[in-house]
């Protein structure tokens, strides 16, 4: 896990979500150039679709899309 893993130092202010409790995986994810958010959140996150540069898809999606 270490090896994919990547410490974040800037979180910025985000406040676009929905449900405001999930801001803070929209910052984390700018923060740190995700290039996936991996989420189950129907309703609010997965209704984004994209969040600066971040992708935000489902486990099923990710799944499909890499070689994981």
């Not at 990547?6 to 740190?32: C, R």
């Not at 969040?51 to 890499?66: A, E, H, M, P, R």
């Amino acid at each position: 896990m270490r090896d994919l893993t990547t410490m974040v130092d800037y979180l910025p202010v985000v406040d676009i979500s929905p449900d405001p409790d999930d801001n803070y995986l929209l910052s984390i994810s700018s923060g740190g150039l995700a290039d996936y958010l991996v989420t189950g959140d129907k309703r609010d996150l997965l209704a984004l679709k994209k969040y600066d540069g971040t992708s935000i898809i489902s486990v099923t999606n990710f799944l499909k899309q890499t070689s994981f």
